[in-house]
């Protein structure tokens, strides 16, 4: 997914101070977001051409053995981030974000969500007051065109709760699809249903927003750290295991 992308272009920018930085990539909209921020990218079909660096980070996951076998034979050194396979060379060092262990489970999300989450046709289950942004957010692709179901599914309760402003984030790829169509229809009806696509700074909508129905991914990572209280939503079995993890 983008939020790979996108924490490695974080990474970089704090690296470039010291060294020089270069991007490989399979997928030509993530070359196209790297060279916009800056930095070299090549888009590669043979994972041979990665060779002779000093450090190589990996931010992907379920890679291949043979991938890294022959990243380990031709580089110095490999750091690989969030993938749970163990791969047993002695150049490779691991940092697992999503799939943290026990240690850390005083900063895991706030999952107590009996006064947050809204239930239809019930007196007792409400939001709470405190409550006054939410971000409904499916990563920058949203494969499964989660977005416009889960619009489908609380149009109700945003027309209910007209004192909550409810942001869809569409994210990169979604802005041009047809059935969005519909959501910014919906729009011009609701005055609490803001719609946005490319945010460059997108820590402070984290910062501001009360509640976030989410996947499981990397942005679920980000709002964990902002301590933000989360839904989770996700059709990908890998993120159903991340969640179960938070």
Excluded: M
């Amino acid at each position: 997914g983008f939020g790979h992308v996108f924490r490695s272009l974080r990474i970089a920018n704090i690296l470039k101070k010291d060294y020089d930085i270069i991007f490989y990539s399979l997928n030509y909209l993530a070359k196209k977001i790297i060279a916009q921020n800056g930095f070299k990218c090549f888009f590669f079909k043979k994972k041979q051409s990665i060779k002779n660096y000093y450090t190589v980070i990996v931010d992907k996951l379920n890679n291949s053995d043979i991938f890294i076998k022959k990243l380990s034979k031709f580089n110095r050194k490999i750091l690989i981030i969030d993938d749970k396979k163990n791969f047993k060379y002695n150049n490779i060092n691991k940092i697992n974000f999503l799939y943290f262990p026990e240690l850390y489970k005083n900063y895991r999300i706030i999952n107590n969500l009996k006064f947050h989450i809204p239930i239809e046709n019930t007196v007792k289950n409400k939001f709470n007051k405190k409550i006054k942004k939410i971000l409904i957010i499916q990563g920058s692709s949203d494969p499964h065109n989660n977005l416009i179901k889960i619009f489908g599914a609380i149009r109700p309760i945003i027309s209910n709760n007209i004192k909550i402003n409810f942001y869809f984030h569409l994210g990169l790829k979604n802005i041009d699809k047809p059935q969005f169509k519909k959501l910014f229809f919906y729009q011009k009806y609701f005055d609490n249903l803001i719609i946005t696509s490319k945010i460059s700074n997108f820590s402070k909508v984290f910062e501001q927003c009360d509640l976030a129905l989410t996947a499981c991914g990397i942005t679920a990572l980000d709002l964990l750290y902002y301590n933000t209280p989360c839904i989770y939503l996700s059709n990908e079995y890998k993120e159903l295991q991340t969640a179960k993890t938070f």
